[in-house]
């Protein structure tokens, strides 16, 4: 049973930046799955923002992330990380991270249903 904990969000100012972290345990080889970052805004569903690979050497982003996020992971400390930069309020909501046996290239990476395992969520707002 793999388990992911995101931790890292708070209320930042436009513009700003923000480093969210997911933490993997329960698995013997953690750096056998892939993750993805997903965001959730109030009434909305629930938004692909980018995958990674196990080695870290293949990535994905959705469009409205693209030159501002980026994900990166370091298998030694069991973590996957979520630069952001240049926040808008658009990209406040609730951010997850989701742990995967298998990477799934493409826009497969970047849909909840590629995911087996779901962390519980941390709150990002952004003040205008």
């Known amino acids: 049973q793999l388990e992911l904990v995101e931790s890292g969000g708070e209320l930042v100012q436009a513009g700003g930046s923000l480093r969210l972290s997911c933490t993997i345990s329960g698995a013997i080889y953690n750096y056998y799955y892939a993750v993805g970052w997903f965001r959730q805004a109030p009434g909305k569903e629930r938004e692909g923002l980018a995958c990674?690979?196990?080695?870290?050497?293949?990535?994905n982003y959705a469009d409205s992330v693209t030159g501002r996020f980026t994900i990166s992971r370091d298998n030694a400390k069991r973590t996957i990380y979520l630069d952001m930069n240049d926040l808008k309020p658009e990209d406040a909501g609730v951010y997850y991270c989701?742990?995967?046996?298998?990477?799934?290239?493409?826009?497969?990476?970047?849909?909840?249903?590629?995911?087996?395992?779901w962390g519980q969520g941390t709150q990002v707002t952004v003040s205008s």
């Open positions: 990674i690979n196990s080695s870290g050497g293949s990535t």
């Open positions: 989701a742990g995967s046996p298998t990477y799934s290239a493409g826009r497969s990476g970047l849909l909840p249903a590629s995911y087996n395992y």
